[in-house]
C-alpha cells in the first residue's frame, strides 16, 4: 500500500465527499421541503463521514485515526438510518433511496478495508515516530 501523504488522497474519503455532494445537490433542489431538522441530521452525518476520516488522519497516529474511521463507519450507519426516515416520509424516490444507500454502503467497506489493514500493520504513525525519535534523542544527549 502506497503511502498516503494528505487525508484528500483516501479514496473512502473523496468518495465521501461525493456523497456528500450529491446529497446538498438533492436538498438544494427542494427535494426536502421545510423539514429543516430532517435536512440537518442528514447533512451532520453525511458530512461527519469525511470529516472524521480527515480529523483521525491528521492526528498522525495509527490508534486516533481508526478510532475516528470507526466513528466515520458510525455516521455512514446513521446517515443510511435518516435515508430510511426520508424515504419513508416520500422525500427520496426508490432510485434515489438505492443510489445514496450503495454508495453508503461502497465507503463502508472501504472504511472496514482501511480499518482492517491499520490493525493488522506494523505502522504506527507519524506521531509514533516523531516520539521515538525524541525519546532516541534525549537518551544520546
Not at 24 to 45: H, R, V, W
Not at 123 to 136: C, E, R
Amino acid at each position: 500500500m502506497a503511502t498516503i501523504k494528505h487525508f484528500e488522497d483516501i479514496i473512502s474519503w473523496q468518495k465521501a465527499r461525493e456523497l456528500n455532494k450529491m446529497l446538498g445537490e438533492l436538498i438544494d433542489s427542494g427535494k426536502f421541503k421545510y423539514n429543516y431538522k430532517l435536512i440537518a441530521q442528514i447533512e451532520s452525518s453525511c458530512g461527519s463521514i469525511m470529516d472524521n476520516i480527515a480529523e483521525g488522519f491528521e492526528r498522525s497516529g495509527n490508534r486516533e485515526f481508526l478510532q475516528f474511521l470507526y466513528i466515520s463507519k458510525g455516521s455512514c450507519g446513521e446517515f443510511r438510518s435518516q435515508l430510511y426516515r426520508a424515504f419513508d416520509r416520500n422525500l427520496l424516490t426508490q432510485e434515489e433511496f438505492d443510489i445514496f444507500y450503495a454508495r453508503a454502503m461502497e465507503i463502508i467497506v472501504m472504511l472496514q478495508g482501511l480499518i482492517d489493514y491499520l490493525e493488522s500493520s506494523d505502522l504506527k504513525g507519524v506521531k509514533l515516530k516523531k516520539q521515538k525519535l525524541s525519546v532516541a534523542q534525549l537518551v544520546n544527549t
